[in-house]
């Protein structure tokens, strides 16, 4: 059974893998120079949290127009 995908979870998949890979290069640069673990806390919870409410506010919105 393949699961066919709407255009805006593909869209959704690829913003939501190039922010955590900027996202992933942001806390490796500031843990490699800073050396601060504290600083990388903030973009690695971001890198998280805005791929997943971007999903959500899509979903929602996709579901208000059916």
Same mark, same amino acid.
């Given at each position: 059974m393949a699961f066919k995908a709407a255009l805006w979870q593909k869209l959704w998949l690829l913003f939501a893998v190039i922010w955590v890979v900027v996202a992933a290069l942001q806390v490796g640069t500031i843990l490699a120079v800073a050396g601060d673990p504290?600083?990388?806390?903030?973009?690695?919870?971001?890198?998280?949290?805005?791929?997943?409410?971007?999903?959500?506010?899509? @979903?929602? @919105?996709? /579901?208000? /127009?059916?």
């Open positions: 504290d600083k990388a806390i903030q973009p690695a919870i971001y890198g998280v949290v805005v791929p997943a409410v971007a999903y959500f506010l899509a @979903w929602v @919105w996709n /579901r208000l /127009r059916k």
